[in-house]
């Protein structure tokens, strides 16, 4: 397929998705990809919430530089009242990129603003019947298939090459180490302990504390050690998860919620048997880490949010499956766990050589 945009005349970028999940950042990586390839020489500039400068950091092989999004009417994040976002649009006006791109969603809303950014060229999403700022640019959005695949969409449409789906999360050396140090410090032997995520950033997307406790006692009952991650405000519902499940005679369950930062977090759940957790950000980073997980939904897409790989990353939902779920929950997690996707079938995730840690930079 030619390209739709100019090559190599592209060389300032700027791509604007101004979520604030784990999730809604890790599932751009594909296209960011797409693009890269498309424009290695060029300065990618992300346009993002504050409060996810980490990942242009994190990212730095594919971003060139971060910026915060300043609000837009319509749209309820970060919102700082209306001269911010008039003069924010008239710095980047001035600034000339070559490309915006919108990589925030169907358009509805951003795609005004994405036009008073300026740019020499625009792309991305639009809804049928709603403001488009280029037809030649701008695809319908997709109404079904995964998030990933949907920004992939959008790369072809334009002409970019074509990548895989997988996601990924680069880890420096320090935070590597530092992970270890963790397992060590809890006495976590590698491919013998199962994460346990109970809670979820929207509280619709929590399967019931009563599903998650009755999954991980059968588990624990079973020899399995049970390790709680979450936010520090998760904390009481995974001391109460936690409580539960100490039973007599079972390995003792170890609670990290809020005790963890992100690249300590990602070498806990490499070296994990399995991920068990609701369709929140950490299903995301399981599925990058290749960690063997099953995902429970309560409140969202399936068909958009689950994991792609669907052997590593099995799916139960909650809304079907009822009172059943915890049967199907352990159905799945056995199969997982007998089978050949543990830590020693997985690419070491060592790092090869030594990125700046994305924490105290």
Known sequence: MAYRLPIPAIARILVVRALPGLGDLLCAVPALRSLRQAYPQAKITWLGLPGTEWFGQRFAHLID?????????????????????????QSLQSQAYDLTLQMHGSGSYINPFLTLLGGQHQAGFYLPGQYCPNPHYFLPYPQQGSEVDRLLDLMLFLGLPETN??????????????????????????????????GASIESRRWSTVGFIEVARQLASQGHRIVLTGTAAERRLTNQVSAAINQPGTPLPVNLAGRTCLGALSVLLRHAALLVCNDTGISHLGAALKTPSVVIFSDSDMQRWAPLNEARHRRVDSRQAGSATPARVLVQAHDLLSS???PESRPESRPESLMEACYGR
């Open 340 to 342: 050949p996707h543990g």
């Open 65 to 89: 530089r971060w910026l915060p999004f300043p609000g837009f009417p319509g749209i309820p994040e970060g919102w700082q009242g209306p001269q911010a976002t008039i003069d924010f649009c």
């Open 165 to 198: 789906r997988t996601l990924e999360f680069p880890l420096a050396e320090v935070e590597y180490q530092a992970g270890l140090q963790l397992l060590e410090a809890h006495s976590l032997v590698p491919g013998q302990y199962i994460c346990l995520h109970p």
